[in-house]
Structure formats: C-alpha cells, structure tokens
C-alpha cells in the first residue's frame, strides 16, 4: 500500500506555510522542495528551510487533493496553525473531503 499524504510545510525565513500531497515519500518530497527540484518558479523555491508542519494520511490521492484544496481554500495561516492545535478539526475536514 502507498503512503499518501496531504502534507504542510513551513518556513521560518520565510515565514510561510505551503500545503501539497504527495504519494509517496514524504521525506524525500521535503527535500525535493528544499534542493528546488520542482522549478525556481515553484513557490517554495523561495526558501530551503522548509520542514513538516502536518501530514494528514489519506487512502487515496484524490482524497488528498481535495483535502490539499480545502486547506488552501482557507487562505489563513491561523487556520492552519488551529488544525495542529486542535486534532477535531482534521478530523472534521477529513470527514468532509473524503468524496466529492
């Protein structure tokens, strides 16, 4: 069975969150960010500091592409800063995105 993950990252030059997922290793996936492997003009080129925040584990990439959208649907830092302090409220949007 693959991993796959709706992952958050942050960066503290930045100061910045970035949220994605991935279906594989998500180690690997943090490192491709910070070595700049998916582009100079990928957003999180700007830094290469990035380090997990949160993963969310799903059964399916599709689920964690909606769950990926939602979050950034969101547009708020201090709603993704709520969603490590309060394990509720993953599980709620977990809930909520698991078929569209």
């Known amino acids: 069975m693959k991993d796959i993950y709706c992952y958050i990252i942050h960066s503290d030059t930045l100061n910045k969150f970035y949220v994605g997922y991935c279906q594989n290793s998500l180690k690997e996936r943090i490192e491709k960010h910070n070595s700049h492997f998916y582009s100079n003009k990928n957003f999180t080129a700007k830094a290469s500091d990035w380090k997990l925040f949160l993963m ?14 939602k979050i950034k649907s969101m547009k708020s830092s201090k709603y993704i800063n709520n969603l490590k302090l309060y394990p509720d409220l993953v599980a709620k949007i977990h809930r909520e995105t698991l078929s569209n």
């Open 56 to 69: 969310i584990n799903t059964n399916e990439a599709s689920h964690a592409r909606r769950l990926e959208l």
